[in-house]
């Protein structure tokens, strides 16, 4: 049996029961689970025990219970609807009342109202039975008027709804216009709720743990008790406190998942850039180690006496065939040393791609324009006239060029 739900509740599971006092002074429970999974409410059990307080039920009770006491001890009266429930506006129902002795409960419908009282020391008998049994009471009821949160599940026909010796006679908008009891009233159809069947006998609990499961939707049926309603606070603001904490947990979770996320991706970008550093320095490095070992061996190679690929019989071939008749040859130097003195010793080395010629002309002439020959030749990088002057010994003009290659 279930009824669809489309609130949000505190409560996923709770029971209900009618304790219905016998005459014999002997206890008859209808007990009735129901849980709430997502937006489906269902009935999970329906027992029933007799017998005395002493052992009120017989199984182990986990979920929440909310009870109403019927029979022997409850009194019922109707009266026109009343706005203000005190001891001086219930003294013509109850002429001997004093409201300080009992539970008293006010049940508005339409114009009506039904008052039920019950001596306190009964109904905190039941409760006590069950408080020794470990199961807590989180609210209770008088009467079967805790039938109004669900007749609208119900069929009734033609406005009288009777079940278990109750009967109510509803007018049309479903209000309750008159309610007498008989024990030997019984309904005249199976009763049910929504499309499943409720034996009529287990209505009153199905009605009271409806209550309960959604107590914090519905206008309560229940007695004006202070002790009960400071427990039934208590019970929602726990259910209230596991629910939203749970839901801080696993948001929290998240973000601490999140956040173990976000930081792994940024210590695995970290640890990809240092990688690509370290490579980079190691190319660095390699590279500065590469170029050093290339000058060491661009050094020997001067030392070695490495002339740029040309051989000397080569070059001077060269030289000698652009010799012009007006110049004479004193001196061809390729590759001269050169070399600097550190202390005792003196570093010497070969000057490679450089060619000193010397010699004699009698025309400046001739000098240039073979210093224009000798540019336009493919080896030859640059031709300069260091030195051209007037030698009185040789009777002659003496000139150094300076050729690199």
Request: glycine share 6%.
């Amino acid at each position: 049996m279930s009824a669809l739900l489309s609130l949000n509740h505190n409560l996923t599971a709770c029971a209900g029961a009618e304790v219905h006092l016998k005459l014999d002074g002997s206890y008859d429970v209808r007990l009735l689970k129901l849980s709430l999974n997502k937006k489906l409410i269902q009935i999970d059990a329906k027992k029933r025990y007799s017998g005395s307080s002493a052992k009120i039920i017989t199984d182990s009770l986990a979920e929440p219970l909310a009870i109403t006491i019927t029979g022997k001890g409850v009194l019922i009266k109707k009266t026109n609807r009343l706005d203000v429930i005190s001891e001086g506006s219930l003294q013509h129902l109850f002429p001997t009342f004093k409201l300080a002795e009992f539970y008293m409960q006010h049940f508005a419908a339409g114009e009506n109202s039904y008052i039920s009282i019950v001596r306190k020391e009964i109904a905190d008998a039941v409760i006590e039975a069950f408080k020794k049994q470990g199961v807590e009471v989180f609210m209770l009821s008088l009467g079967p008027f805790v039938v109004d949160q669900v007749i609208p599940q119900i069929n009734s026909y033609e406005g009288i709804l009777r079940f278990d010796g109750h009967q109510v006679t509803l007018n049309a908008v479903k209000d309750w216009a008159a309610y007498t009891y008989d024990a030997e009233v019984k309904s005249a159809f199976p009763l049910k709720i929504d499309i499943d069947k409720m034996p009529e006998e287990f209505l009153v609990a199905y009605a009271t743990a409806f209550q309960l499961i959604l107590n914090d939707k519905l206008e309560l049926v229940e007695v004006e008790s202070e002790q009960i309603s400071q427990k039934l606070s208590e019970l929602m603001a726990k259910q209230k406190f596991k629910k939203y904490g749970a839901a801080a947990l696993f948001f929290f979770f998240g973000l601490l998942m999140l956040n173990f996320l976000v930081l792994s991706a940024y210590n695995s970008n970290n640890q990809e850039l240092m990688s690509k550093a370290g490579k980079q320095s190691y190319i660095y490095e390699n590279r500065q180690k590469l170029e050093e070992e290339v000058k060491g061996k661009e050094n020997l190679v001067k030392k070695l006496g490495w002339n740029k690929g040309y051989s000397y019989a080569y070059l001077c071939d060269q030289i000698g065939r652009s010799v012009p008749k007006e110049v004479l040859l004193d001196e061809l130097s390729i590759n001269a040393l050169s070399g600097a003195s550190t202390g005792l010793i003196k570093e010497t080395q070969l000057e490679t791609g450089r060619l000193i010629i010397k010699g004699q002309t009698s025309s400046i002439y001739a000098i240039n324009d073979w210093i224009y020959d000798l540019q336009q030749k493919s080896w030859v990088k640059n031709v300069q006239l260091e030195k051209y002057t007037a030698d009185d010994q040789k009777q002659a003009q003496v000139f150094t060029i300076l050729l690199k290659y």
